[in-house]
Protein backbone atom coordinates (compact mmCIF):
# COMPACT_ATOMS: atom_id res chain seq x y z
CA UNK A 1 0.00 0.00 0.00
CA UNK A 2 1.35 3.54 -0.81
CA UNK A 3 1.58 5.84 1.34
CA UNK A 4 0.16 9.59 0.98
CA UNK A 5 2.44 12.61 1.25
CA UNK A 6 1.87 14.66 4.47
CA UNK A 7 0.70 17.64 1.91
CA UNK A 8 -2.30 15.57 -0.08
CA UNK A 9 -3.53 14.04 2.96
CA UNK A 10 -4.08 17.42 4.81
CA UNK A 11 -5.45 18.59 1.67
CA UNK A 12 -7.90 15.14 1.35
CA UNK A 13 -8.98 15.98 5.31
CA UNK A 14 -9.59 19.47 4.49
CA UNK A 15 -11.70 18.82 1.47
CA UNK A 16 -13.55 16.24 3.51
CA UNK A 17 -14.31 18.67 6.39
CA UNK A 18 -15.25 20.92 4.20
CA UNK A 19 -18.00 18.98 2.21
CA UNK A 20 -19.33 17.82 5.53
CA UNK A 21 -19.79 21.05 7.06
CA UNK A 22 -21.63 22.10 3.71
CA UNK A 23 -23.67 18.63 3.93
CA UNK A 24 -24.45 19.81 7.29
CA UNK A 25 -25.51 23.35 7.12
CA UNK A 26 -27.39 22.82 4.13
CA UNK A 27 -30.42 20.75 5.47
CA UNK A 28 -33.90 20.48 3.91
CA UNK A 29 -36.83 19.94 5.63
CA UNK A 30 -40.41 19.82 4.24
CA UNK A 31 -43.57 20.59 6.25
CA UNK A 32 -47.03 20.22 6.02
CA UNK A 33 -48.80 21.71 8.46
CA UNK A 34 -51.93 23.69 9.17
CA UNK A 35 -53.37 24.50 12.25
CA UNK A 36 -50.97 22.57 14.71
CA UNK A 37 -48.82 24.38 17.74
CA UNK A 38 -45.62 25.22 17.22
CA UNK A 39 -43.87 22.58 19.33
CA UNK A 40 -45.32 19.73 17.43
CA UNK A 41 -43.65 21.60 14.10
CA UNK A 42 -40.51 21.82 15.69
CA UNK A 43 -40.22 18.62 16.52
CA UNK A 44 -40.85 17.31 13.16
CA UNK A 45 -38.19 19.84 11.88
CA UNK A 46 -35.92 17.71 14.48
CA UNK A 47 -37.58 13.99 13.29
CA UNK A 48 -35.95 15.49 9.26
CA UNK A 49 -32.68 17.05 10.84
CA UNK A 50 -31.14 14.41 13.49
CA UNK A 51 -31.20 17.51 15.30
CA UNK A 52 -32.07 18.09 19.00
CA UNK A 53 -34.32 20.83 20.18
CA UNK A 54 -33.23 22.89 23.13
CA UNK A 55 -35.08 25.57 24.85
CA UNK A 56 -36.60 26.61 28.46
CA UNK A 57 -40.69 26.11 28.46
CA UNK A 58 -40.58 29.37 31.21
CA UNK A 59 -39.11 31.61 28.72
CA UNK A 60 -40.79 30.29 25.02
CA UNK A 61 -44.32 29.57 24.62
CA UNK A 62 -44.58 26.60 21.78
CA UNK A 63 -48.20 26.37 21.80
CA UNK A 64 -49.31 29.06 19.15
CA UNK A 65 -50.81 27.52 16.46
CA UNK A 66 -49.10 27.23 13.06
CA UNK A 67 -50.02 27.15 9.33
CA UNK A 68 -46.55 25.96 7.09
CA UNK A 69 -46.87 24.22 3.60
CA UNK A 70 -42.97 23.94 2.38
CA UNK A 71 -40.58 20.95 0.12
CA UNK A 72 -37.04 20.54 0.69
CA UNK A 73 -36.99 23.97 1.89
CA UNK A 74 -33.35 25.64 3.81
CA UNK A 75 -33.40 24.99 7.59
CA UNK A 76 -32.91 28.34 8.50
CA UNK A 77 -35.11 30.05 5.98
CA UNK A 78 -37.96 27.43 7.43
CA UNK A 79 -36.78 28.44 11.17
CA UNK A 80 -37.19 32.18 10.41
CA UNK A 81 -40.58 31.93 9.03
CA UNK A 82 -41.44 30.05 11.87
CA UNK A 83 -40.46 32.01 14.67
CA UNK A 84 -39.22 35.64 13.28
CA UNK A 85 -42.98 37.13 13.40
CA UNK A 86 -43.73 35.55 16.84
CA UNK A 87 -40.25 37.34 18.58
CA UNK A 88 -38.70 33.95 19.16
CA UNK A 89 -35.04 33.88 18.34
CA UNK A 90 -33.37 31.00 17.37
CA UNK A 91 -29.57 29.26 16.84
CA UNK A 92 -28.10 26.12 15.26
CA UNK A 93 -25.21 24.97 16.80
CA UNK A 94 -23.57 21.60 17.90
CA UNK A 95 -26.37 19.60 16.26
CA UNK A 96 -29.29 21.52 18.37
CA UNK A 97 -31.37 24.12 17.10
CA UNK A 98 -31.31 26.50 20.57
CA UNK A 99 -34.55 28.08 20.93
CA UNK A 100 -34.82 31.44 22.98
CA UNK A 101 -36.94 34.65 23.70
CA UNK A 102 -36.56 37.63 22.13
CA UNK A 103 -36.98 41.47 23.74
CA UNK A 104 -39.65 43.61 21.69
CA UNK A 105 -37.27 45.15 19.43
CA UNK A 106 -40.43 48.06 18.13
CA UNK A 107 -40.84 49.15 21.38
CA UNK A 108 -37.05 49.25 22.63
CA UNK A 109 -36.50 50.94 19.29
CA UNK A 110 -38.59 53.67 19.89
CA UNK A 111 -37.38 54.41 23.30
CA UNK A 112 -33.58 54.90 21.85
CA UNK A 113 -30.81 53.24 20.05
CA UNK A 114 -30.10 49.51 20.13
CA UNK A 115 -27.10 47.44 20.47
CA UNK A 116 -26.73 43.92 20.24
CA UNK A 117 -24.19 42.68 22.47
CA UNK A 118 -23.66 38.71 22.84
CA UNK A 119 -22.33 37.35 26.11
CA UNK A 120 -20.94 33.96 26.69
CA UNK A 121 -19.64 31.96 28.76
CA UNK A 122 -19.16 28.42 30.56
CA UNK A 123 -20.76 26.28 33.19
CA UNK A 124 -18.68 23.85 35.28
CA UNK A 125 -19.20 22.08 37.96
CA UNK A 126 -17.68 22.16 41.29
CA UNK A 127 -14.79 20.00 40.14
CA UNK A 128 -14.40 21.90 36.97
CA UNK A 129 -16.24 19.43 34.72
CA UNK A 130 -18.97 21.11 32.13
CA UNK A 131 -22.74 21.07 33.26
CA UNK A 132 -24.62 20.01 30.40
CA UNK A 133 -27.95 21.11 29.19
CA UNK A 134 -28.20 23.79 32.00
CA UNK A 135 -30.40 26.99 31.79
CA UNK A 136 -28.85 30.25 31.54
CA UNK A 137 -31.42 33.71 31.83
CA UNK A 138 -30.47 37.41 32.02
CA UNK A 139 -32.05 38.34 35.08
CA UNK A 140 -35.51 39.76 35.11
CA UNK A 141 -36.08 38.76 31.79
CA UNK A 142 -37.14 35.80 29.23
CA UNK A 143 -33.58 35.76 27.28
CA UNK A 144 -32.74 32.64 28.17
CA UNK A 145 -30.28 29.87 26.39
CA UNK A 146 -28.63 26.41 27.52
CA UNK A 147 -25.28 24.94 27.70
CA UNK A 148 -24.33 22.48 25.28
CA UNK A 149 -21.90 19.59 25.96
CA UNK A 150 -18.15 21.44 26.60
CA UNK A 151 -21.11 23.62 29.19
CA UNK A 152 -20.66 26.46 26.84
CA UNK A 153 -23.19 29.06 25.81
CA UNK A 154 -23.82 32.43 24.09
CA UNK A 155 -26.86 34.63 24.92
CA UNK A 156 -27.38 37.89 22.26
CA UNK A 157 -29.31 40.67 24.41
CA UNK A 158 -30.34 43.86 22.66
CA UNK A 159 -28.84 47.13 25.01
CA UNK A 160 -30.82 50.52 24.76
CA UNK A 161 -28.34 53.40 24.90
Excluded at 30 to 49: A, H
Excluded at 55 to 81: F, G, P
Amino acid sequence: MGRFPTRKRFTFLITLFVLSTMFSSAQKVSLNFSGQNLRTVLESITEQTDYSLAYSKEAVDLSDAVSINVTDADLSQVLNELLTSRNIGYEVRDNKIYIFDRPQAASQVAQGQQQEVTIRGTVLDDEGEPIIGANIVVPGTTIGTVTDVDGNYTINIYWIC
